[in-house]
């Protein structure tokens, strides 16, 4: 019913900067929010940011304050994160994800988000 479709990761060295694009086709009138999530081998998968589409409120996790920023194009159903300041530890496959839910509140866990994308890796070498 939503379809996401994430683009823009690569190999980057320490410091540098990618920007990742979401976009969103289907039944997008339904999304509350839009979530960034990130997994690298061995890991789970863990929240890096969100944003809703109505009211562009954002979050991001802890590690990523300061050097991410999420954003939207609501005319293109589109999301970005744009990543600044990469570290090693950044390094994972980034998916992002779609929340029907409206609660107010931005969730975190995957398990609250209803549709995914593929993923798209980031790689930071050191």
């Known amino acids: 019913q939503v379809q996401l479709v994430e683009s823009g990761g690569g190999l980057v060295q320490t410091g540098g900067s990618l920007r990742l694009s979401c976009t969103a086709s289907?039944?997008?009138?339904?999304?509350?929010?839009m979530g960034w999530f990130r997994q690298a081998p061995g890991n789970e998968r863990e929240f890096v940011a969100a944003i809703t589409w109505s009211g562009g409120n954002t979050g991001y996790t802890d590690s990523v304050k300061g050097r991410f920023t999420v954003s939207r194009d609501n005319a293109k159903n589109t999301v970005y994160l744009q990543m600044n300041s990469l570290k090693p530890e950044d390094t994972a496959v980034y998916y992002c994800?779609?929340?029907?839910?409206?609660?107010?509140?931005?969730?975190?866990?995957?398990?609250?988000?209803?549709?995914w994308g593929q993923g798209t890796q980031v790689t930071v070498s050191s």
């Open positions: 289907g039944r997008t009138f339904s999304v509350y929010a």
């Open positions: 994800a779609a929340d029907r839910t409206l609660m107010g509140t931005l969730h975190t866990l995957p398990y609250e988000y209803d549709y």
